[in-house]
């Protein structure tokens, strides 16, 4: 299994232009996330998914938008890049269970964007 | 603020020596926490995981510690290498079958050959 890939590794954005950034599991995963992480800090997330078709808000989903029309795929989504969306982005999956417990994340290796 | 949070930023120790990562967190309610390790420029790597129903788990070199009492979570490397040099996170599930990590902001553990 190749687990979590994203593309691209890196990427300069000019303030006002869009991008998607992509995420691919070949786990078989249901949860699916998207986190930030500036420099010298933790991650936080932007945007989770449960399974295909369903998505939700974490703790910073402003200026970013994503879909999850399959199980394997998840993309973010920046429309109007400002330079404080400057930061490496990192996708992660999990799997799920029937009794609702969380498991391991298992992260991508993420991609460093700036935004000039 | 943030719910999880750890006392040291950095920690440096001899190689062969034994670590001690610590990590409070505030939420009462979560059920499950997981220490991660970060090597530079590359993404978070799972080290080890512990529910709340127990309070001890080993791994490889590796003890997760976690007291409820005092909401406090610890990592322990055994005879620590220069490869375990890394940012190392906890993080916690705030239990509710909300799907969702918060993740402390990191301590730096480097070894010194």
């Known amino acids: 299994n190749a687990g979590v890939t994203q593309t691209p590794k890196f990427r300069i954005l000019k303030i006002g232009q869009s991008m998607t950034l992509q995420c691919t599991q070949d786990m078989n995963h249901n949860y699916m996330y998207w986190y930030r992480q500036d420099p010298g800090m933790g991650l936080k997330l932007i945007y989770y998914s449960v399974g295909a078709g369903i998505t939700d808000k974490g703790e910073v989903p402003n200026g970013y938008n994503v879909s999850r029309s399959t199980t394997e795929d998840f993309p973010l989504r920046l429309e109007l890049a400002a330079p404080s969306q400057t930061s490496v982005y990192f996708c992660?999956?999990?799997?799920?269970?029937?009794?609702?417990?969380?498991?391991?994340?298992?992260f991508g290796p993420g991609t460093r964007l700036t935004v000039t | 603020g943030e719910s999880v949070g750890l006392h040291l930023p950095t920690l440096s120790v001899q190689e062969g020596d034994n670590s001690i990562i610590n990590c409070a967190y505030s939420n009462s309610a979560s059920d499950y926490f997981i220490w991660y390790k970060q090597e530079s420029g590359k993404g978070p790597q799972f080290i080890i995981d512990i529910r709340s129903n127990m309070d001890k788990r080993q791994g490889q070199r590796v003890t997760v510690l976690l007291n409820k009492t005092v909401k406090h979570l610890s990592l322990q490397i055994a005879a620590t290498q220069p490869g375990d040099s890394a940012v190392y996170f906890c993080a916690e599930e705030g239990g509710g079958s909300n799907y969702k990590l918060t993740f402390g902001k990191g301590t730096l553990l480097t070894v010194n050959p």
């Open positions: 992660a999956s999990s799997r799920s269970s029937t009794s609702g417990d969380l498991y391991e994340q298992y």
